[in-house]
């Protein structure tokens, strides 16, 4: 199996701060990568597919990219409804795997 | 609007058996693969399985960790995903989450429901 490798497991951080996540497989998956958000309480989201391309109706402050082993998540400016866990995952190989979660705290 | 609402969850002994549904609406559900990912209380996601199109042949993949046990199906007329848990195990307490790919030219999880809790206890 390929195993999703996240960093920081937790970080904090204020409105308006740029943040950035990063996410590391264990063998290359190309751009078969994924990003998704999960407030407390509610149902993950997607937030960015194949590595870089912007999922409908998520703002632009959300960028990916990276490709192979190596990938990152940035938000521009923090804003308070981004305080959530971020989750990677590698859509590539069976079985797909997710990373162990970021969470965003103020 | 699409909607994913699952249903069948509770509370249940160990050793028994369960079926989760996930109705589908808002699009077109037998043009998309079918999923279920769990997350055990204060823990990450885990990927449990899925369903392909009939299109694409219809059939199961499921994690080695539940191969077995787990029964992926679908019912295109009814636009509706199941799950059957056998032999349940204290460690298939989660919250289990239906979510559909529909993404064109690759794999990722663009719709998810608001999941339905197990709770697996004697």
Known sequence: DIQMTQSPS????????????????????????????????????????????LQSGVPSRFSGSGSGTDFTLTISSLQREDFATYYCQQSGFLPLTFGGGTKVEI | EVQLVESGGGLVKPGTS?????????????????????????????????????TAGGTPDYAASVEGRFTISRDDSKNTLYLQIDSLQIEDTAVYFCATDRCVGTTCFDYWGQGALVTVSS
């Open chain 2, 18 to 54: 369960l079926i989760l549904s996930c109705a589908a609406s808002g699009f077109t559900f037998s043009n998309a693969w079918m999923n279920w990912v769990r997350q055990a209380p204060g823990r990450g996601l885990e990927w449990v399985g899925r369903v392909k199109s009939q």
């Open chain 1, 10 to 53: 937790s970080l904090f951080a204020s409105v308006g701060d740029r943040v950035t996540i990063t996410c590391r497989a264990s063998q290359s998956v190309r751009s078969s990568f994924n990003w998704y958000q999960q407030r407390p309480g509610g149902a993950p989201k997607l937030l960015i597919y194949e590595a870089t391309r």
